[in-house]
Structure formats: structure tokens, C-alpha cells
């Protein structure tokens, strides 16, 4: 396995800017998830692909993020307009259809300033 | 809902002593357990995990046994190296929505030489 990649690692960005992330997950992995970590804190779900389905969103992601995984490969994850309440950590993790432990990637450290 | 539990942190140790960071769920069913481990601005590594009852997880002298009677999930390490230092996630798959990861507020463990 060559793991889970994402792509940036850090991102600053200035308030009411428009951000996106990239996640690739281990090749033969359908299930990818994305979740979001803030300081002293467990990650917490955003949202879930089975292939190129977004089959689950949380409540904590607002109508200003948007996820895709086209082609059920690689998937992005755009937040419009950020605001200092996002500032974050965002982790992409995937599995196999057989079990259930995911895989992480290294994350993608957002600061909105 | 599925919950995880862990105690308060920060675990201070000096290098060879023995660790135990507690763990304790709520979940409908008998769930998948995992222990995940953070590095200072790195994403989560799967450390172990155990699958049903009475199941040892172990990986890198760290070890875990799922009881069932308890609901716990305790890490245990018999001696503890400096480069163990880290934050300690345990975590479990929810029975629904297509098994994402709920997971406690995380451990840091700092063991000095």
C-alpha cells in the first residue's frame, strides 16, 4: 500500500477566500471519508464516499463546503468563503469493502486569517 | 448514540515505565475497536485494533484486550520509550451510517528520558 496521500499539507488563507483540498486513497480502497480535527479534539465526520457516491453528510458541513470523488477515485473537498471557524485540521481516510479500519492520511492544516 | 470515553490527559512517564491510558464505549451491538496514534502534525496511524470479544490487539509492545463485561478498551505498554510521545485515539465504527469513526478526545502521552 503507498497510503493515503492529500494534498496540501498546510494552506493559509485570508477570510471569504475560496479553498480546495485533494485527497488520494490507497488505490483499491472504494470507501474514502473525510473528517475535520480542531485543537485538543477527536476528528469528527464530515462526509462519506462509496465510489463516486456521497452517501452521507454531517451536520457540520454547511452549504458552503462541497465534496466530490469523481470517477471514484481521488476526491476534493472546497470550502467557499471560509471563515476563521474553519481553521482546522482536515483528514481523508479510506478502507476496503471488507473491514473496518480506515487508513489516514496526513491531513491538510488550514488557517483562515 | 456510539460513544468513546477516554481519560484525561496529559500522561506524564518517565522513559521504561509502564502505561495504561482507559478506554470505555457505548455502542449498540459488539463493534470493531481501534486504538489510533497522532505525531505532532501528522495524521492518525492505526496502532491495533481487536474485533470481537476477548480479541488482543498488540503492535509495537502496545496492547489491548476488548471486554465485552467492561465496554473497555485499555492500552497498555510495559515500557515506554521517549519516542512514544504522542496523542492516543481510541476509536469505534458506528453500528450505522456506513460505519464512520466516532472517536474519544484523544490521550497525550509524554514520557521524558
Known amino acids: 500500500d503507498t497510503g493515503v496521500s492529500q494534498d496540501p499539507r498546510h494552506k493559509i488563507t485570508k477570510r471569504g477566500q475560496n479553498v480546495t483540498f485533494r485527497c488520494d486513497p490507497i488505490?483499491?480502497?472504494?470507501?474514502l471519508y473525510w473528517y475535520r480535527q480542531t485543537l485538543g479534539q477527536g476528528p469528527e465526520f464530515l462526509t462519506y464516499?462509496?465510489?463516486?457516491?456521497?452517501?452521507?453528510k454531517s451536520r457540520l458541513l454547511s452549504d458552503r463546503f462541497s465534496a466530490e470523488r469523481p470517477k471514484g477515485s481521488f476526491s476534493t473537498l472546497e470550502i467557499q468563503r471560509t471563515e476563521q471557524g474553519d481553521s482546522a485540521m482536515y483528514l481523508c481516510?479510506?478502507?476496503?469493502?471488507?473491514?473496518?479500519?480506515?487508513?489516514f492520511g496526513p491531513g491538510t492544516r488550514l488557517t483562515v486569517t | 448514540g456510539d460513544s468513546v470515553t477516554q481519560m484525561e490527559g496529559p500522561v506524564t512517564l518517565s522513559e521504561e515505565a509502564f502505561l495504561t491510558i482507559n478506554c470505555t464505549y457505548t455502542?449498540?451491538?459488539?463493534?470493531?475497536l481501534f486504538w489510533y496514534v497522532q505525531y505532532p502534525g501528522e495524521g492518525l496511524q492505526l496502532l491495533l485494533k481487536?474485533?470481537?470479544?476477548?480479541d488482543k490487539g498488540s503492535n509495537k509492545g502496545f496492547e489491548a484486550t476488548y471486554r465485552k463485561e467492561t465496554t473497555s478498551f485499555h492500552l497498555e505498554k510495559g515500557s515506554v520509550q521517549v519516542s512514544d510521545s504522542a496523542v492516543y485515539f481510541c476509536?469505534?465504527?458506528?453500528?450505522?451510517?456506513?460505519?464512520?469513526?466516532?472517536f474519544g478526545t484523544g490521550t497525550r502521552l509524554l514520557v521524558s528520558p
Open positions: 481516510a479510506s478502507r476496503r469493502d471488507t473491514t473496518y479500519e480506515q487508513y
Open positions: 488505490s483499491e480502497h472504494n470507501r
Open positions: 464516499f462509496q465510489n463516486e457516491a456521497q452517501l452521507e
Open positions: 455502542a449498540t451491538g459488539y463493534p470493531s
Open positions: 481487536a474485533t470481537k470479544a476477548d
Open positions: 476509536a469505534l465504527p458506528m453500528n450505522t451510517g456506513f460505519q464512520k469513526l466516532v
